[in-house]
């Protein structure tokens, strides 16, 4: 946790103030606000600990939901199923494909609206303002001056 924080787990006049409104208010509340106070500062570590196990928990869970069933014991069945499995995740990678393939043609869509907007921004900009052109005059003979 930073230092910076206004409510953090320390003895802040923020945290005090909090935790005697939380008991006028109700009293599970300044509780719960002493509790942050006093044992704060190990969430963090508590988080990170929660945090890694349950990431490897459900990584293995959606693994094994597709490629982990035991044998059913009848064969037919289970090379059916594996055939099935194998079927749908081919169908899951052509989606894959296409929905990249997808995505590339609406960034060249863009990329072109884009270009053709500011084609045509510079367009009007190069009409609206004329070119500049100096002004010149003669001087008595002595050449051609600028204004």
Not at 23 to 43: E, S
Not at 49 to 64: E, L, Y
Request: aromatic fraction near 10%; charge should be neutral.
């Amino acid at each position: 946790m930073t230092n910076s924080a206004l409510i953090r787990p320390a003895w802040t006049p923020a945290t005090i103030a909090l935790m005697v409104i939380g008991f006028m208010v109700f009293w599970p509340l300044g509780l719960a606000m002493l509790a942050y106070v006093l044992w704060g500062d190990r969430l963090d570590g508590f988080k990170r600990d929660v945090n890694k196990a349950t990431d490897g928990m459900f990584a293995n869970c959606r693994r094994s939901h597709f490629r982990g069933h035991a044998r059913t014991g009848n064969v037919a069945f289970d090379d059916w199923r594996e055939k099935e499995l194998e079927r749908i995740e081919e169908e899951r990678r052509k989606l894959d494909e296409m929905r990249e393939q997808f995505d590339d043609y609406l960034r060249e869509l863009r990329r072109a609206k884009d270009q053709e907007e500011f084609d045509r921004f510079m367009a009007d900009r190069s009409k609206s303002t004329p070119a500049p052109t100096s002004k010149k005059k003669k001087d008595k003979g002595e050449g051609l001056l600028d204004d």
